[in-house]
């Protein structure tokens, strides 16, 4: 029997004033229940839930390991306790994790809510190619005190295995120079985090590091908050693992129930989907700052579960949920009748961060009014976010039943990854294709003006304007890039996401390649005079990054979606200031 005190609230709390939506939403609960799609799907691992094709159906048998993940980790946390100890009674004093999408994003939602418990280890992520990220998460650490893990259910994972490379010769001269030799080498300071036999010996050194952790392989990167991926950062931030999965268990078992009045994650899937079905597509994040490292996780498992074309679907045109976390709140007169907010609150907080809005509450009651749903979901503690990564996971898994597509599969994510080799090889053949001397400079900022006015005239009327920013993130380029996307919002209507290169690429890539072609693509690249070279590669980290920008953009292209980019120039901060300028002169011409 769940305890509603155990897990996050359980009932949906959802505003809705729109008959035609109401309707659907009851049809939708009413064949959930006939066709028992909660037990069938979360309690039986079913696949046909989601298809009655062979083929899909073993595929998904392959993928719903994540279901058992809380049970199967409760019996590894407290060896994962004795090996933080470890680490701290032999002087490390620092931890970073250098993986992409999935292999990240838990990671920093956890040491960003949480930070680092008293006498525990502080946990950085690494999950940019640009040189100065590189540079800023590691070179101001003593390598000797640090242990690197590497993060990477494949095992081949680009940036993951560069990141390690950089730290290897790092640590490598650091034993030099301190005169210490074998037996101890630089694998004492590095562990990895990655599936079992093929997907570890893809892994350079993977026989000399200090410690390996295997996941079951059945669990897909999106999936995996609660395996390895995040635990082990975890138990080196002293959060309380045990607390953490248990508040997990119990969200599985209460997602358990048939009746969506009750089951807080097929209630979610339920509005999700039958919502993105009738149009209202852009679901939209209120999150208290507390909480806020939560937005870019479901960002990523959303997009990439649910924007792909439907099972059996003859013309291939996608479908997705487009999650929108970040954006500034506004005037119910700035949105189009695409939108559902979500409000996550957190007992006890001051609210979401001032640069989301103030006085949110009364701000979401009148969008309500004014026909747009609005969900409300409150989180008892942070310890509850082990709740939280099921709710959503489940819900994400459920509307993807609505939607009738594999919420497992990424079907599009390997083209920007094929491009970019392609972009890289020519780069080693001598040719500058990986450059960014194709894109738009903006120190011209009228002639970036008449491009953005003409770029702006390809916006579809039910799209959403994406912003790829190829640089390091920074609060001062968060602040920068919070107000285009609200100078876009405001006066185009359409929704906007930001995103940081190459992360989304191993999140929203999927959606917006693979979803409904709604997209409308800002690029944005920079120069790299700090560049930094990568071990055992003739390229640097400044030339794969351009590489990524590039491959995806053509990637983009070959999907005839529209894509501008934008060369930030050397000096990023500025270059950005100037994009705002030429943006509103844009705006106010168009």
Request: with cysteine; aromatic share 6%; proline share 5%.
């Amino acid at each position: 029997m769940t305890d509603s005190k155990t897990v996050s609230s359980l009932a949906l709390n959802l505003s809705l004033n729109d008959a035609k939506l109401e309707s659907a939403l009851a049809a939708a609960r009413g064949l959930a229940v006939e066709k028992d799609w909660a037990d069938r799907a979360i309690g039986r691992r079913d696949p046909s839930v989601w298809s009655d094709d062979e083929a899909v159906k073993r595929a998904i048998a392959t993928r719903l390991g994540w279901l058992e993940a809380p049970f199967h980790f409760t019996d590894e946390t407290t060896e994962l306790k004795a090996f933080a100890a470890a680490l701290r009674q032999q002087g490390f004093t620092t931890a970073v994790l250098g993986g992409m999408g999935g292999s990240s994003l838990a990671p920093a939602l956890l040491a960003d809510v949480f930070g680092a418990a008293e006498n525990a280890i502080p946990v950085r992520v690494l999950d940019s190619t640009d040189p100065v990220a590189v540079v800023a998460t590691l070179d101001d650490l003593d390598p000797m005190a640090t242990l690197f893990i590497v993060s990477t259910k494949s095992g081949t994972t680009a940036e993951s295995l560069s990141f390690q490379a950089y730290q290897w010769a790092r640590t490598t001269q650091a034993l030099k120079t301190a005169g210490i030799g074998h037996p101890t080498g630089p694998g004492d300071f590095m562990a990895a985090i990655t599936d079992p036999d093929k997907s570890l010996r893809s892994i350079p050194h993977h026989d000399q590091l200090r410690e390996v952790f295997l996941n079951p392989p059945d669990i897909g990167g999106r999936y995996s908050a609660l395996t390895y991926v995040g635990l082990v950062p975890g138990a080196l931030l002293g959060i309380d693992l045990d607390v953490l999965v248990e508040k997990a268990q119990a969200m599985v078992t209460a997602c358990t129930v048939s009746d969506p009045a009750t089951n807080p994650g097929l209630a979610l899937g339920l509005a999700m989907g039958v919502f993105a079905k009738e149009g209202r597509d852009k679901l939209t994040f209120v999150i208290d700052r507390e909480l806020a490292a939560f937005g870019p996780w479901v960002e990523q498992l959303i997009a990439e579960s649910t924007g792909k074309a439907p099972l059996g679907s003859s013309d291939g045109r996608g479908v997705g949920v487009v999650p929108v976390a970040g954006e500034p709140l506004g005037v119910p007169s700035v949105y189009q009748d695409d939108r559902v907010f979500v409000r996550i609150a957190l007992d006890g907080s001051a609210g979401p961060d001032p640069s989301i809005g103030s006085d949110v509450d009364t701000r979401l009651a009148e969008l309500a009014a004014a026909g747009h749903p609005v969900i409300r979901i409150n989180v008892g503690s942070k310890i509850e976010i082990g709740a939280e990564f099921i709710r959503w996971e489940v819900a994400t898994a459920l509307a993807a039943v609505v939607l009738g597509i594999d919420p497992f599969d990424q079907p599009n994510v390997e083209e920007a990854k094929i491009n970019t080799l392609a972009v890289i090889a020519a780069f080693e053949n001598g040719n500058a294709a990986a450059s960014n001397d194709d894109a738009l400079s903006v120190a011209d900022e009228t002639a970036t003006a008449a491009a953005l006015k003409v770029h702006l005239g390809k916006l579809v009327a039910n799209g959403y304007a994406s912003i790829q920013a190829y640089i390091a993130q920074t609060p001062a380029r968060d602040k920068t890039l919070s107000a285009i996307r609200t100078l876009l919002r405001d006066r185009t209507h359409r929704a906007t996401t930001v995103g940081y290169g190459p992360r989304f690429l191993h999140s929203t890539g999927q959606l917006h390649k693979g979803g409904a072609p709604i997209g409308w693509f800002l690029q944005l690249v920079s120069q790299h005079p700090d560049d930094r070279g990568i071990p055992g590669k003739t390229y640097t980290f400044g030339q794969l990054i351009d590489a990524q920008a590039v491959g995806d953009a053509r990637t983009l292209e070959d999907h005839n979606l529209p894509v501008l980019r934008i060369n930030l120039g050397s000096d990023p901060d500025a270059g950005l200031s100037a994009l705002q300028r030429a943006l509103t002169a844009a705006l106010k011409e168009a």
